[in-house]
């Protein structure tokens, strides 16, 4: 009897966690997405699309995220015309993201720690190319706004061409294993 009093109060509980939960769609249009790749010879940068996500908080602290991007629109800024074209046709082959093939990829908070000050540490997975690997970041929310860098080894998720990590003699040629993403979030 003892321990179904245990029970019942554990699920009241949980029921009322998520009772209180206030899952909070975010505005893909009025979201950004910044990306720079880096060589040993300089380094590009560019935007790519969120497509859908959302952000849950209990109250007004964060407890949970989930979000997928557009792989599609993944595009070059710092080049116009033909180069711009070239960079963007390679980077969505297959020797990068394969964006005919992996139209999205997915982002799901795991867990999240407070640090106060609207800052949170996240633990989270991320998808890309149907390979899902953890990462770790900082997030501040204030007010509808979220915003955050990332940092994302690339070779984690398959993803080889121009790696020194994996190719010898690449010279000029070498690309960083890791991309950085700079994401606002309005929701």
């Given at each position: 009897m003892k321990n179904l009093k245990t029970i019942a109060i554990a699920l009241l509980v949980t029921v009322s966690t998520i009772?209180?939960?206030?899952?909070?769609?975010?505005?893909a249009a009025k979201s950004t997405i910044t990306w720079i790749?880096?060589?040993?010879?300089?380094?590009?940068?560019?935007?790519i699309g969120l497509k859908e996500?959302?952000?849950?908080?209990?109250?007004k602290k964060l407890t949970g995220g989930s979000f997928v991007v557009d792989m599609t629109t993944l595009?070059?800024?710092?080049?116009?015309?033909?180069?711009?074209?070239?960079?963007?046709?390679?980077?969505?082959?297959?020797?990068?993201?394969?964006?005919?093939?992996?139209t999205t990829s997915k982002l799901v908070f795991k867990k999240i720690a407070d640090k106060g000050k609207g800052v949170y540490?996240?633990?989270a997975d991320l998808t890309i190319k149907e390979t899902t690997a953890q990462i770790n970041f900082d997030i501040t929310v204030k007010g509808t706004n979220a915003t955050t860098t990332l940092k994302i080894d690339r070779t984690k998720y398959g993803i080889k061409y121009g790696?020194?990590?994996?190719?010898?003699?690449?010279g000029d040629k070498a690309i960083s294993?890791?991309?950085?993403?700079?994401?606002n979030l309005k929701f």
């Open positions: 009772a209180s939960a206030q899952v909070k769609k975010v505005d790749g880096k060589k040993v010879t300089g380094q590009h940068n560019g935007t996500g959302s952000l849950i908080f209990n109250g595009t070059a800024t710092d080049l116009t015309g033909d180069y711009q074209m070239k960079l963007n046709g390679h980077l969505k082959s297959e020797d990068f993201f394969g964006t005919e093939k992996f540490y996240v633990t790696s020194g990590s994996f190719f010898e003699n690449l294993d890791e991309f950085e993403l700079t994401v």
